[in-house]
């Protein structure tokens, strides 16, 4: 029979942690980045730009065109994943992203997003 030490517990219980947390959604943990309203919608291979208009508060974000991957970037409130024929103009949004180009308009590579009510 073979035994653990404790420090590979701990290190096993330490990368067990991070798998898990990689896991979770954005969309379940903070609050949005960017809240608007969709102005365009634009279908690509494997993406669809989104031109956004941000709501009051959300300025930085005026102009950007968020590209959304296919298959659960952007999702319904209900968490069903959408495409680009799923909105429409005038559609509110909520997008998450990691990190922004300083340019304007900003370019946030990798967002997600949920359509809201």
Known sequence: ????????????????CACSASETDVRDTREPDAVGTVVSVEAGAGTFDVEFAPDAGYEYFDGTTF?????????????????????????????WVESCAESFPVQCPDPVGRLVP
């Open 67 to 95: 590209a959304f991957a296919e298959g659960g970037a952007l999702e319904s409130a209900t968490g069903e994943a959408l495409t680009a024929s799923d909105l429409a103009v005038g559609d509110h949004l909520e997008v």
């Open 1 to 16: 029979m073979r035994t653990v030490s404790l420090a590979g517990a701990v290190a096993l219980a330490a990368m067990l």
